[in-house]
């Protein structure tokens, strides 16, 4: 049977020395800062916002909520960002998506000064994932590649499938993976014999947002299995996209949901802001 990955777990780690490098930074004056931009009343959204807040607190970072009706105008929203892309004690900037559909995703993600981008989407720090410079990394993939380096596990070498390519989840976790030397298959919706690709994985990222997707029968024995899905389900429960009961059968490492990848991502979020506030601070 899998081990199980709890990442919450692995996230208090990473989270205890996070704390200590802000002590050191605050003894050096400097307290990182981020701010988190919240738009309209999505409860996902909320939630989402309020464990950022509550990871700031455990290690530290000086955070701030700006909540906004839903009313607000793109040109408001994008006149706060150059206030905070000029303030110098905010070194993390953070606009909590989705958006209302009267604002454009991309001018508000393009609007962030890159090296305040703790979230990594400015198409400056994705070119520069892609071509392997040191970056701010997307928090989803990057606390992916973590969870599965603390497995132990190593990734050069091995064969890696991804099921999904979405800009936030699947294309970055497969660019990272590379980066680790892993050889890489990315699987979508239109992908034919899903499951022929999937039982090739030595690791398996499943980014697809279906619930109950992956089964003991799309699983390698003794695979490296991530699973990245949040449904909520009729019940009201949350799920992953995996089968977890039938799939930790076979499976060598298996991530919960929730407790497995979430944490892990707001983790990776407070590690961007204490590696901005660093580098924005350098003399
Ligand atoms: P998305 O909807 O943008 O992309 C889903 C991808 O899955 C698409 O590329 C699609 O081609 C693929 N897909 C859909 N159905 C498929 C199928 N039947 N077979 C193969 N591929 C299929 O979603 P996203 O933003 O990448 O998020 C994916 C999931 O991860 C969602 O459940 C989301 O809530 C979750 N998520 C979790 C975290 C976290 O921190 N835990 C962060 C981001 C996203």
């Known amino acids: 049977a899998a081990t199980i990955l709890y990442g919450k777990d692995i996230a208090q780690d990473i989270r205890a020395e996070l704390a200590n490098e802000v ?20 409860p996902a959204s909320h939630s989402y916002v309020r464990g950022k807040e509550r990871g700031c607190q455990e290690v530290g970072i000086r955070s701030e909520v700006i909540r906004k009706d839903a ?13 905070l892309n000029g303030n110098p004690n905010v070194h993390g900037i953070l606009v ?5 559909p009267h604002i454009s995703e991309k001018a508000v993600i393009e609007a962030i000064a890159p090296e305040k981008d703790v979230d990594g989407f400015h198409p400056l720090n994705v070119g520069n994932m892609m071509i392997g410079y040191d970056t701010l990394l997307p928090c989803t993939p990057h606390g992916i590649v973590e969870l599965i380096k603390r497995t132990g596990t190593p990734i050069a070498g091995r064969h890696a499938v991804v099921i999904g390519r979405s800009n936030i989840v699947g294309k970055p976790v497969s660019f990272l993976l590379q980066q680790e030397n892993a050889t890489v298959t990315m699987c979508h919706s239109r992908t034919v ?15 697809a947002g279906k619930p109950h997707l992956i089964g003991r029968e799309h699983v390698k024995p003794g695979a490296v299995v991530i699973d990245v899905g949040v449904n909520r389900i009729e019940t009201g429960k949350l799920v992953g996209d995996v089968k977890f009961d039938e799939v930790r059968e076979v499976a060598g490492f298996l991530t919960p949901v929730p407790g497995g990848v979430g944490p892990m991502t707001i983790t990776m979020l407070l590690k961007n802001t204490v590696a901005a506030a660093r580098k924005q601070t350098a003399r």
């Open 193 to 207: 014999d899903l499951a022929a690709h999937t039982r090739q994985a030595d690791i398996l990222v499943v980014a």
């Open 23 to 42: 002590e050191e930074l605050k003894k050096q004056g400097v307290v990182p800062g981020l701010t988190v931009i919240l738009v309209g009343d999505d």
């Open 96 to 100: 909590q998506l989705p958006l209302p």
């Open 71 to 83: 009313s607000i105008s793109e040109a408001e929203l994008l006149d706060m960002i150059h206030q």
